[in-house]
């Protein structure tokens, strides 16, 4: 039976570790060619090793998301080894947790950069290719903190806000093209960037918040919704917003 | 291969034509048990012949979703057959095309017991069948028309009103029974339901109003949604909207 992304290529930055892994992973067993990118080198090349090992097809692209001139040799290099990319799945991020009071303008500017300069960034130097291709799915992750107020979260809330909208914005434009663009908002998620969250059942309790099901998710409950954006199957769908939040954001 | 809903137990309501045929197809494509409910029986049985000639499982109950005593005998039917309801699609509906001033009573109450309380009814009946079976997904059809304003609508938009919001609660409430509850929001979806709105070219440039893809959907663009819904893909995905629109609520 073929894949679900049978033949498609997809860009996944972020792919090293936590979420982005399992997007990777996910996608490639549903017949994808994944291009991986992170800054962790190693954890990239993990990613692209488990791939192979499966009989997929992976490329690890060391990368400054934040780079716009790395962005573009990336694209290219992706390019000229597979012709075109369907599927942008821009998940690398970063996470701060502080009051607004608190935090510097460089924390601010750093948290800029990655969650929207290279959010940004990505679907600017991907959406050509895909116009080439004849379409493409980009699939940014937000946050329910781009949706919902929280606390110790100002400039992280702010970068996903950001995401969220700027995510509109590509529907908006690129729909003439075929392109699609939306935004999946996943709650709390046992990743590396909230273990330091999630060491405790006090921790995990309070990081929990007002979540109906009372438990974090593992990743692949977020990969799944990623698939599905990715895929066909949701071509009817464009500039919307997935929630992945066992229900945080419901009460 | 395993199907995506292998072995499940589906009532799929409004399963004679147009997206709840087409739910109930995929769901079965897919491996569940559909019980197909529908006033129009001709319809509702062609469905079930449908997913039988293609070696699906599926049983037809005639019975109209407006009455309470008529819903406590389907699932009584329903769990007598197949032991368990695994998923529920509150897809059937009305639509009226009318300004508020031109809605008489009768019409208003038409519309609320149909697309209302059936939608409650079937949550109500339903709900103790899955807490058996230890878990369920109850997927509500409301719309765009449940999210924002549009013209010559009004029973309908607030019936669809009603539908989003009551889907929240169930989700608060039957959580702790691992049974999550989501709505779709279908955009101009080309069913049976809006044939004699889309007859024209310019009728359908004008239901389309901002759909940013230009174009209706097909009914299958809108079953994929469900089917992500009904299975385990979506696990941690409760009190959640999706947006089924062709980018039509982005802008």
């Given at each position: 039976?073929?894949?679900?992304?049978?033949?498609?290529?997809?860009?996944?930055?972020?792919?090293g570790?936590?979420?982005?892994?399992?997007?990777?992973?996910?996608?490639?067993e549903q017949?994808?060619?994944?291009?991986?990118?992170?800054?962790?080198?190693?954890?990239?090349?993990?990613?692209?090793?488990?791939?192979?090992?499966?009989?997929?097809?992976?490329?690890?692209?060391?990368?400054?998301?934040?780079?716009?001139?790395?962005?573009?040799?990336?694209?290219?290099?992706?390019?000229?080894?597979?012709?075109?990319?369907?599927?942008?799945?821009?998940?690398?991020g970063?996470?701060?947790?502080?009051?607004?009071?608190?935090?510097?303008?460089?924390?601010l500017?750093?948290?800029?950069?990655?969650?929207?300069?290279?959010?940004?960034?990505?679907?600017?130097?991907?959406?050509?290719?895909?116009q080439?291709?004849?379409?493409?799915?980009i699939?940014?992750?937000?946050?329910?903190?781009?949706i919902?107020?929280?606390k110790?979260a100002a400039?992280?809330?702010?970068?996903?806000g950001?995401?969220?909208?700027?995510?509109?914005?590509?529907?908006?434009?690129?729909?003439?093209f075929?392109?699609?663009?939306?935004?999946?908002?996943p709650?709390?998620?046992?990743?590396?960037?909230?273990?330091?969250?999630?060491?405790?059942?006090?921790?995990?309790?309070?990081?929990?918040?007002?979540t109906?099901?009372?438990?974090?998710?593992?990743?692949?409950?977020?990969?799944?919704?990623?698939?599905?954006?990715?895929?066909?199957?949701?071509?009817?769908?464009?500039?919307?917003?997935?929630?992945v939040?066992?229900?945080?954001?419901?009460? | 291969?395993?199907?995506?809903?292998?072995?499940?137990?589906?009532?799929?309501?409004?399963?004679g034509?147009?997206?709840?045929?087409?739910?109930?197809?995929?769901?079965?494509?897919?491996?569940?048990s559909i019980?197909?409910?529908?006033?129009?029986?001709?319809?509702?049985?062609?469905?079930?012949?449908?997913?039988?000639?293609?070696?699906?499982?599926g049983?037809?109950?005639?019975?109209?979703?407006?009455?309470e005593?008529?819903?406590?005998?389907?699932?009584?039917?329903?769990?007598?057959?197949?032991?368990?309801?695994?998923?529920?699609?509150?897809?059937?509906?009305?639509?009226?095309?009318?300004?508020?001033?031109?809605?008489?009573?009768?019409?208003?109450?038409?519309?609320?017991?149909?697309?209302?309380?059936?939608?409650?009814f079937?949550?109500?009946?339903?709900?103790?069948a899955?807490?058996?079976?230890?878990?369920?997904?109850i997927?509500?059809?409301?719309?765009?028309?449940?999210?924002?304003?549009?013209?010559?609508?009004?029973?309908?938009?607030?019936?669809?009103?009603?539908?989003?919001?009551?889907?929240?609660?169930v989700?608060?409430?039957?959580?702790?029974?691992?049974?999550?509850?989501?709505?779709?929001?279908?955009?101009?979806?080309?069913?049976?339901?809006?044939?004699?709105?889309?007859?024209?070219?310019e009728?359908?440039?004008?239901i389309?109003?901002?759909?940013?893809?230009?174009?209706?959907a097909?009914?299958?663009?809108?079953?994929?949604?469900?089917?992500f819904?009904?299975?385990?893909?979506?696990?941690?995905?409760?009190?959640?909207?999706?947006?089924?629109?062709?980018?039509?609520?982005?802008?």
């Open positions: 039976m073929a894949g679900r992304v049978e033949g498609k290529i997809a860009f996944v930055t972020g792919g570790s936590g979420m982005g892994r399992e997007h990777s992973l996910l996608l490639a017949g994808a060619t994944i291009v991986v990118s992170d800054v962790n080198e190693a954890g990239g090349r993990q990613t692209v090793a488990d791939i192979n090992s499966k009989g997929g097809q992976g490329l690890f692209i060391k990368f400054d998301v934040a780079k716009e001139a790395e962005w573009k040799s990336a694209v290219d290099q992706a390019m000229s080894t597979f012709g075109r990319v369907d599927i942008l799945v821009n998940n690398a970063i996470l701060i947790m502080k009051n607004t009071q608190d935090t510097t303008g460089e924390e500017d750093r948290m800029l950069d990655i969650n929207v300069k290279g959010v940004f960034f990505g679907c600017k130097h991907i959406l050509p290719a895909m080439k291709a004849g379409g493409g799915s699939v940014n992750i937000s946050s329910i903190a781009g919902i107020g929280m110790g400039a992280y809330q702010a970068a996903k950001a995401v969220r909208i700027l995510t509109k914005s590509v529907a908006v434009e690129y729909a003439p075929n392109i699609r663009a939306n935004s999946i908002h709650g709390v998620i046992r990743t590396p960037m909230t273990q330091d969250f999630l060491v405790n059942e006090k921790g995990e309790r309070a990081f929990l918040g007002t109906l099901l009372r438990r974090p998710a593992e990743p692949r409950e977020v990969s799944y919704p990623v698939l599905f954006l990715a895929s066909s199957e949701s071509s009817y769908i464009t500039g919307a917003e997935i929630v939040d066992g229900g945080y954001t419901t009460m | 291969m395993a199907g995506r809903v292998e072995g499940k137990i589906a009532f799929v309501t409004g399963g034509s147009g997206m709840g045929r087409e739910h109930a197809l995929l769901m079965a494509e897919e491996g569940a019980i197909v409910s529908d006033v129009n029986e001709a319809g509702g049985r062609e469905t079930v012949s449908m997913i039988n000639s293609k070696g699906g499982q049983l037809f109950i005639n019975f109209d979703v407006a009455s005593a008529a819903w406590q005998a389907a699932v009584n039917q329903a769990v007598s057959t197949f032991g368990r309801v695994d998923i529920l699609v509150n897809n059937a509906g009305i639509l009226l095309m009318k300004l508020i001033q031109d809605t008489t009573g009768p019409e208003l109450d038409r519309m609320l017991d149909v697309n209302v309380k059936g939608v409650f079937g949550c109500k009946h339903i709900l103790p899955m807490q058996k079976a230890g878990g369920g997904s997927i509500n059809i409301s719309s765009i028309y449940g999210v924002i304003g549009a013209s010559h609508a009004s029973a309908y938009q607030a019936s669809k009103g009603a539908v989003r919001i009551l889907t929240k609660s989700a608060v409430e039957y959580a702790p029974f691992n049974i999550r509850c989501n709505s779709i929001h279908p955009g101009v979806i080309r069913t049976p339901m809006t044939t004699d709105i889309l007859t024209t070219a009728s359908t440039r004008a389309l109003g901002s759909t940013i893809l230009r174009r209706p097909e009914p299958r663009e809108v079953a994929y949604p469900v089917l819904l009904a299975s385990s893909e979506s696990s941690y995905i409760t009190g959640a909207e999706i947006m089924v629109d062709g980018g039509y609520t982005t802008t």
